[in-house]
């Protein structure tokens, strides 16, 4: 969620990348049968979270932990070259003025400066997106695909860049537009306006996104099965959750993921199940994903966010604020460009910000993590679906690494990793053995004959 926010709210530094692999690679599925509960995670008067975590765990063959280990730490490297090559593109732009030449081009047109700005904004995007084709073509598709992860060939793939591009040059375009006439006309204190409608533009994004956003690039359609959609609806209105339909989105024309999501507010509120989760998932484990996403609604996550993000975005302001005062003063007079208010400046601001986020990385995770932990907990108390959850993190495994170490964890891991989450599930369900029946039989605690009756 963090990330969708500041995405729509520093829309300029959206950059959608385009290309494709030659040929798609088989999706690899999953062989693990994780339906059914191993004998160590079976309630009994012995029940150790401990045992069962570690027989969820040994479920997982060594091949796929290896190929999903392989996958997510290579996500480390991606993180790392994307800040390298964005840098670098920004560096281009400047070192050579082909920034300053895009704003002289931009002000031949028109002398309207707004319009200026946007002509400058739609030359940025297109030389910017030239420039990242090649890692956005790998990290984008080639890459998911090797992994089994992606479904989509050339064709497409590239239809739903293309969308996001024109979706980045209107609306991405506006902000750039209102965000430069902050600069402008508050020269002393852009900062600060530029903060207040940066956080504005976030409460905006959250609403409208699910809505009228998503709807561009995948179909959603009303549920009506209902032994899918009752013990959801249930759930929801027993946790005032304000819905009355669940919806499926056909996410796998894009990719393997499963996914679900309790998205919007002030009347936007959707429930939303997409169709990798509703095929391959058992009915406990949609249960426990619903469970978790719901949690994020009650507990108030989105709006405990906009707070994080409110203090992210001013924090940024403030920073991007000193950092074109010094670097203009040391180069701008070099790159061509004038003042804070000039659209070439756009790279810079770019690179200074990229700069901030990449340093922030744990931080933004670690917030992230938090919430998605007590999301965790209020979905186990709300479906009461322990061994559905240790099946939901084994399925999130095939991308994300299962065990990692806790340093690992807290630098570059946004969700609790699947070792934590399964073993919270299991303490959750040793502190709650009741709610599952009589305990299993044992030598050391046979089950007593019934009584006579005489």
């Not at 191993?38 to 040994?58: C, G, L, W």
């Not at 707004?114 to 990242?132: D, M, R």
């Not at 999301?375 to 099946?391: E, I, K, T, V």
């Amino acid at each position: 969620m963090i990330r969708r926010l500041s995405g729509f709210a520093l829309f300029l530094l959206l950059c959608p990348g385009a290309s494709s692999p030659l040929g798609a690679q088989p999706v690899i599925q999953p062989t693990v049968d994780i339906t059914k509960v191993p004998a160590a995670a079976q309630p009994s008067n012995h029940f150790d979270a401990e045992a069962a975590t570690d027989a969820y765990m040994a479920m997982i063959p060594p091949a796929e932990i290896a190929r999903s280990n392989d996958y997510f730490e290579g996500g480390y490297w991606l993180i790392l070259w994307d800040f390298l090559v964005g840098a670098a593109i920004s560096l281009l732009l400047l070192q050579t003025r082909w920034s300053a030449r895009m704003r002289d081009l931009a002000a031949r047109f028109t002398r309207f400066r707004w319009l200026q700005t946007f002509l400058y904004w739609v030359q940025y995007l297109v030389v910017t997106s030239i420039l990242g084709f090649p890692l956005a073509w790998y990290e984008g598709l080639y890459r998911e695909q090797q992994y089994g992860l992606a479904t989509q060939t050339f064709g497409p793939w590239m239809g739903d860049q293309l969308k996001g591009f024109l979706l980045s040059l209107f609306l991405g375009g506006l902000v750039v537009i209102l965000l430069f006439r902050i600069v402008r006309s508050f020269p002393r204190t852009w900062w600060i306006v530029g903060a207040v409608a940066g956080i504005a533009l976030s409460i905006v994004a959250v609403a409208i996104a699910p809505v009228f956003i998503r709807p561009m690039f995948n179909k959603i359609t009303k549920l009506n099965d209902p032994k899918v959609t009752g013990p959801i609806l249930r759930m929801a209105r027993a946790n005032g959750i304000p819905v009355n339909d669940v919806y499926e989105i056909d996410a796998s024309r894009q990719t393997t993921r499963m996914s679900a999501d309790v998205s919007g507010f002030a009347g936007t509120t959707r429930i939303t199940l997409n169709d990798n989760l509703l095929r391959r998932g058992s009915p406990e484990e949609i249960e426990a994903v619903m469970g978790h996403e719901m949690g994020h609604y009650v507990l108030n996550h989105v709006l405990e966010d906009i707070l994080f993000l409110s203090i992210v975005i001013t924090c940024s302001m403030a920073f991007l604020f000193w950092g074109l005062k010094w670097s203009l003063a040391r180069w701008g007079a070099q790159w061509g460009i004038s003042g804070p208010g000039d659209p070439a400046v756009l790279p810079l601001a770019m690179l200074l910000l990229s700069i901030l986020f990449f340093v922030l990385t744990p931080v933004m995770n670690s917030e992230t993590r938090m919430h998605e932990k007590q999301a965790d907990m209020f979905g186990l108390n709300a479906s009461r679906q322990p061994d559905g959850f240790a099946q939901a993190a084994i399925h999130l495994g095939e991308y994300r690494k299962m065990h990692p170490g806790t340093l690992e964890e807290w630098i570059f891991f946004d969700h609790p990793s699947g070792y934590n989450r399964i073993h919270s599930a299991m303490v959750w369900k040793a502190q709650n053995l009741d709610l599952f029946g009589p305990p299993a039989a044992s030598a050391e605690s046979p089950v007593p004959a019934p009584p006579t009756t005489r």
